[in-house]
């Protein structure tokens, strides 16, 4: 008999698998734009993976990722992922001196959307936009702008276009 906790660590596990299968896909035009996702463990708070750009030449580029999945689906508008973060797991993503991102997954419908996460982020939240969708289009846009991240000589202040502009307090 499986228990209300089991089927929560099962969807979270379904949702880490579409996450790596949703990241690694290949782009049309580019070719695979990220190696597989490396798990860091369940006891690593807040950061779920190390994902690696691929044909960065001499550079290395990465990002880390928290992995948020749910069964409950989306908002009455239909364009937020009812996905909660806590307030600490935003402040460490955030501290981290590397991008770093929340993915939320929609477990029902195996569909993922990510967003990033900076110093001007707010706290916790209940919900992602839709605006940013694991597609080949916004993993080129991901891979761009990590890469510009790491080729820039200043890396004090790290900006996204796969910003949240609407996270709020809870």
Same mark, same amino acid.
């Given at each position: 008999?499986?228990?209300?906790?089991?089927?929560?660590?099962?969807? *979270?596990?379904?949702?880490? *698998? !579409?996450?790596?299968? !949703?990241?690694?896909?290949?782009?049309?035009?580019?070719?695979? !734009?990220?190696?597989?996702?490396?798990?860091l463990?369940?006891?690593?708070?807040s950061?779920?993976?190390?994902?690696? &750009?691929?044909?960065?030449?001499?550079?290395?580029?990465?990002f880390?990722?928290?992995?948020k999945?749910?069964?409950?689906?989306?908002?009455?508008?239909?364009?937020?992922?009812?996905v909660?973060?806590?307030?600490?797991?935003?402040?460490?993503? *955030?501290?981290?001196?590397?991008? *770093?991102?929340?993915?939320g997954?929609?477990?029902?419908a195996?569909?993922?959307?990510?967003?990033? &996460?900076?110093?001007?982020?707010?706290?916790a939240?209940?919900?992602?936009?839709?605006?940013?969708?694991?597609i080949?289009e916004?993993?080129?846009?991901?891979?761009d702008?990590?890469?510009?991240?790491?080729?820039?000589?200043?890396?004090? &202040?790290?900006?996204?276009?796969?910003?949240?502009?609407?996270?709020?307090?809870?």
């Amino acid at each position: 008999m499986r228990t209300d906790s089991g089927d929560h660590d099962l969807v *979270a596990a379904r949702g880490e *698998a !579409l996450f790596c299968v !949703l990241i690694s896909r290949e782009h049309p035009t580019r070719g695979f !734009l990220f190696d597989i996702p490396r798990h860091l463990g369940e006891k690593k708070r807040s950061v779920d993976y190390f994902v690696e &750009v691929l044909e960065s030449g001499d550079l290395l580029s990465y990002f880390f990722v928290q992995v948020k999945t749910t069964r409950r689906g989306y908002t009455r508008d239909g364009r937020r992922l009812k996905v909660r973060v806590s307030r600490s797991d935003i402040e460490r993503l *955030a501290s981290y001196p590397a991008p *770093a991102y929340v993915v939320g997954i929609d477990e029902v419908a195996e569909r993922g959307y990510i967003v990033s &996460v900076g110093s001007g982020t707010g706290g916790a939240f209940s919900s992602i936009c839709t605006d940013y969708p694991l597609i080949p289009e916004i993993l080129a846009t991901l891979r761009d702008e990590v890469e510009a991240y790491w080729r820039s000589k200043d890396r004090s &202040v790290f900006r996204s276009e796969l910003a949240d502009p609407r996270w709020r307090e809870e």
